[in-house]
């Protein structure tokens, strides 16, 4: 089972600063390439991992430090306090669609194939991108492709696809790429397809509220001096880690005491976000949009 190379391998595991008898959250297991190089690393220390893909447990690596759980990550501390593993030493988190994932085109991830419109990355979860597409109201549709896709000509898209599904149902990838041909800039397919895509996905898995609930319950899973790190691939989810990481909120809101006193949850340990290098670029160009962001609990 194929899926794609770890992103940011070396910074990511350079930045969680592991400690070899630690505790450590791999909240995106996917083909276990980061979990490997943590497992390495660790002596008597422990690696819980997750993810809600069931094809990722195929991947499960053979060693008794690891725990891997068919679980979205947003149940992360109810597994860890199930466990008696709290508080962790480190958290890591690659939010990317995996190549295993992409290259299916059952799973409907990707623009290349002509696939069932699903995008379900829990495949247990009934709602798909095929019920979106037939069964909610224009104007729900033009804000999940506004919002989650940033898609330019919203209204206009959202319009074509009531009119289209009010005589065929909407069932394939292909046949709503002809649906809504008309949207689509000429010369730009390929984005303008990945951000109407990405608004779909994004809706389907519910994958902003699911990162809010996790980085909340990042934080009160650390210790003091813990790290977190988590690479995002659009602006929606760096934008929420970003203002996490700020302040400890989503919403980029410093939070005062009764003293009107502000403080930062967390202390920065790259004022930038880290990208892939040149090498990584050309060896996996799927890294290209990736931003790592590395942070340690005060």
């Given at each position: 089972?194929?899926?794609?190379?770890?992103?940011?391998?070396?910074?990511?595991?350079?930045?969680?600063?592991?400690?070899?008898?630690?505790?450590?959250?791999?909240?995106?297991?996917?083909?276990?390439g980061h979990?490997?190089?943590?497992?390495?690393?660790?002596?008597?220390?422990k690696?819980?991992?997750?993810?809600?893909?069931?094809?990722?447990?195929?991947?499960?690596?053979?060693?008794?430090?690891?725990?891997?759980?068919?679980?979205n990550?947003?149940?992360?501390?109810?597994?860890?306090?199930?466990?008696?593993?709290?508080?962790?030493?480190?958290?890591?988190a690659?939010?990317?669609?995996?190549?295993?994932?992409?290259?299916?085109?059952?799973?409907?991830?990707?623009?290349?194939?002509?696939?069932?419109?699903?995008?379900?990355?829990?495949?247990?979860?009934?709602?798909?991108?095929?019920?979106?597409?037939?069964?909610?109201?224009?104007?729900?549709?033009?804000?999940?492709?506004?919002?989650?896709?940033?898609?330019?000509?919203?209204?206009?898209?959202?319009?074509?696809?009531?009119?289209?599904?009010?005589?065929?149902?909407?069932?394939?990838?292909?046949?709503f790429?002809?649906?809504?041909?008309?949207?689509?800039?000429?010369?730009?397919q390929?984005?303008?397809?990945?951000?109407?895509?990405?608004?779909?996905?994004?809706?389907?898995?519910?994958e902003?509220e699911s990162?809010?609930?996790?980085?909340?319950?990042?934080?009160?899973?650390?210790?003091?001096?813990?790290?977190l790190?988590v690479?995002?691939?659009?602006?929606?989810?760096?934008?929420?880690?970003?203002?996490?990481?700020?302040?400890?909120?989503?919403?980029?809101e410093?939070?005062?005491?009764?003293?009107?006193?502000?403080?930062?949850?967390?202390?920065?340990?790259?004022?930038?976000?880290?990208t892939?290098?040149?090498?990584?670029?050309?060896?996996?160009?799927?890294s290209?949009?990736?931003?790592?962001?590395?942070?340690?609990?005060?």
């Amino acid at each position: 089972m194929v899926y794609h190379e770890p992103v940011l391998l070396s910074e990511s595991i350079e930045g969680l600063a592991l400690h070899p008898d630690g505790i450590y959250v791999d909240a995106t297991y996917g083909g276990g390439g980061h979990a490997r190089k943590i497992i390495e690393k660790l002596r008597n220390g422990k690696l819980i991992a997750f993810d809600q893909d069931v094809d990722a447990m195929k991947n499960q690596i053979d060693d008794p430090r690891l725990l891997l759980l068919n679980h979205n990550f947003r149940y992360m501390k109810r597994f860890l306090r199930y466990y008696q593993l709290l508080p962790v030493d480190g958290i890591l988190a690659d939010l990317g669609v995996s190549s295993h994932q992409l290259d299916q085109p059952e799973r409907g991830f990707s623009t290349r194939f002509d696939g069932p419109l699903d995008l379900r990355m829990d495949q247990k979860k009934e709602l798909t991108a095929q019920h979106i597409l037939n069964e909610y109201p224009e104007e729900r549709l033009r804000r999940i492709f506004s919002m989650y896709g940033e898609v330019p000509n919203a209204t206009r898209l959202a319009g074509l696809i009531v009119q289209s599904r009010a005589t065929h149902t909407v069932t394939h990838s292909k046949q709503f790429q002809q649906i809504i041909a008309e949207c689509i800039p000429k010369g730009n397919q390929n984005r303008y397809l990945a951000q109407v895509y990405q608004a779909l996905r994004i809706e389907v898995n519910q994958e902003l509220e699911s990162l809010g609930e996790f980085l909340m319950q990042s934080l009160a899973v650390l210790k003091t001096d813990g790290r977190l790190a988590v690479i995002t691939y659009h602006s929606l989810e760096d934008r929420m880690v970003k203002n996490f990481i700020r302040t400890g909120n989503a919403e980029g809101e410093l939070q005062k005491d009764f003293f009107g006193k502000t403080s930062a949850p967390f202390r920065m340990i790259n004022k930038k976000p880290i990208t892939p290098g040149e090498d990584e670029l050309r060896d996996n160009p799927r890294s290209r949009s990736a931003k790592l962001r590395i942070a340690e609990k005060i």
